[in-house]
């Protein structure tokens, strides 16, 4: 079985741009992974409850095939923590999927990850890209390489089919 982490945020992230990617995931045979901060329940924007299989900490990047950030503000959290970061480096640097879709592609920003990379991201995120070095794009989902990003809701069902595609290649 292969392993997809999403990561959300304890609260404040996008209820569809974790629901959608993981139903998505899941039809398609993929062991999807919650992973958050906490192990008590997380809560999105708009009041879906999920409750993560381990903590954030204890993802193990050599068990896994994509690393995916779920957006929406409380991935904020993210965005310069330093664990958050060397995750997702080791990763990419793992031959493994690395994503993340609205705002939480500042944390692969922020990692140095994108520099050099076509990106999507919400556009309030589009001048952290800039300057970390991203070409920032406003495809609703930009892949480059193994990166995949996304640009909100909105492109949450998309996000999850191509990621589907990139694990079955």
């Known amino acids: 079985m292969r392993n997809v982490v999403l ?9 569809e741009e974790y629901q959608i990617p993981k139903d998505i995931l899941t039809k398609a045979g993929f062991n999807v992974i919650t992973a958050s901060t906490t192990m008590d329940q997380v809560v999105g924007t708009y009041g879906l409850e999920a409750l993560p299989d381990i903590l954030f900490k204890d993802v193990k990047v050599k068990e896994l095939d994509a690393l995916i950030f779920v957006g929406g503000g409380g991935s904020s959290q993210y965005f310069d923590n330093p664990l958050a970061h060397d995750l997702a480096k080791s990763a990419l640097d793992q031959g493994k999927i690395v994503g993340a879709i609205c705002i939480a592609p500042v944390i692969l920003a ?33 892949t480059d390489g193994l990166i995949i990003t996304g640009n909100g809701p909105d492109a949450a069902e998309e996000f999850g089919n191509t990621l589907v595609k990139m694990l079955m290649k």
């Open 7 to 15: 990561v959300v945020a304890e609260k404040q992230f996008r209820d």
């Open 110 to 142: 922020n990692a140095g990850l994108l520099d050099g990379k076509r990106a999507a991201v919400y556009p309030d995120g589009a001048d952290t890209l800039k300057k970390k070095g991203a070409i920032y794009t406003t495809n609703p989902v930009e």
